[in-house]
Structure formats: structure tokens, C-alpha cells
């Protein structure tokens, strides 16, 4: 059995909505102009100190403001899970992965606050056998420890880093675990400049594509 390991934001789910709800909550309250669902998405895959940060950027906000700006951000964020999807078969796909026997981890740059809210609201707070947030360690993706960190409670087994970012599979590369990517998320990256085991577009083909890599790996 394996121990498979998902981020969240653009992989198991749409959160891109939220986010830009939120920057546009902020933005507003400051007097700016609001930013666009692609701004929110690009802005999306280092954790929320980045996207802020980001946001000011495009509206010229400056550096002095990040932490004023970052902490009425987090407030809003804390239970932003109204507008978030889960990508079609994501979650049926998690029950069943569950239920052959593998082992489900989640590590993302979302910080665990909004993260748990999300995951309790889809009602997938419990599928996990270990959860690293972006704020959970003092470093985050890329860096691999929060990756590491996680699979250190999931047991043993062929461990695969499944998605969305050059920031994941930056983060796979350098923890030594095989990178599967999902290319139907928030990657601002040609696909070949990624340093992927395997690649899906839609739910319903993983299953299958981990049992083939478990077979190779064998
Ligand atoms: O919150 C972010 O910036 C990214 O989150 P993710 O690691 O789940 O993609
Ligand atoms: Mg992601």
C-alpha cells in the first residue's frame, strides 16, 4: 500500500474563489481596485504571507503595510470556505483510495487555520492520516521538511507527492519522493520544466496511476 501525500489549494480543490474574495474584502476596505479570479491564482502556492504580499504589489501597496494587511487578511481567510470546490471525483476518489487500503496525507502552504475549516466543511477533516499546514513548521514548501513531516506519521510504504505547482515538486525533489502531477490547478509553469513521475487531468485516472507506479515500484 502506498502513502500518498496531496496538497490542497489547486489540487484537491478551487480555492482560488475564496482567496479572491478575500484579497478583495482587504482591497476594498483599503480603497483599492479588486483583483481579477487569474491575479488571485497566480498569486496562489507560497503560503499567505506570499500571496499578500503579491497582492500589494499589484496595487502598489507598500512594504510597511504587509503586516497590518496580512493580519486582516487572515481574519477573513480564517472561515473562507463558502465559494472552494473540490475538483470533480476528488473527494469519491480520496474515500476510495482510503478504503483500498492506502495511506492519505495533506501537506499545503494554507495555513491550518482555513485549512481545517475547509476540509471540515467538505466533511474530509477525517480521511487524512497526517496534515502539515503552511504554518504548522517554522519553513513551508519548497522546502521539504513539511512534506517529510508528514509522511513520517503515515507508517511505511512507496510515498508519492501528488500536485499542483512547481512549488510541490520543488518540494518532492528535494525530499526524494516521487512527484505526481496534477495539471488542472494553478501552475504558472510549462509542464516539462517539472520534474514529474506521472501526470493526471482528472480524478478518476489516479486510482489507476497508482497502482501502475506501485507495480513499478515494486
Ligand atoms: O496557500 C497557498 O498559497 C498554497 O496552498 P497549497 O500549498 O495547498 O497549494
Ligand atoms: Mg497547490
Redesign the pocket.
Known sequence: MARLVF?????LVDSAPDLQAVANQVLSGEGFAPISLDEARDF?????A??VRKMRARRGIPDSEQPRLLASFMALYENAVEHTQPYPGAIEILSRLKESGHSLGLC???PLGPCMALLRHLEIDTYFDAITA?DSLPVH?PDPAPLLHTLDSMGDGPAFFIG??E?DGETAKRAGIPFVFFTEGYSKVRMSALPYTATFSRYPFLPGLVEAMLRRAA
Open positions: 496538497d490542497l489549494d489547486g489540487t496562489i502556492g507560497e503560503g499567505t506570499v500571496f499545503t502552504n494554507k503552511g514548501k499542483d505547482s512549488i
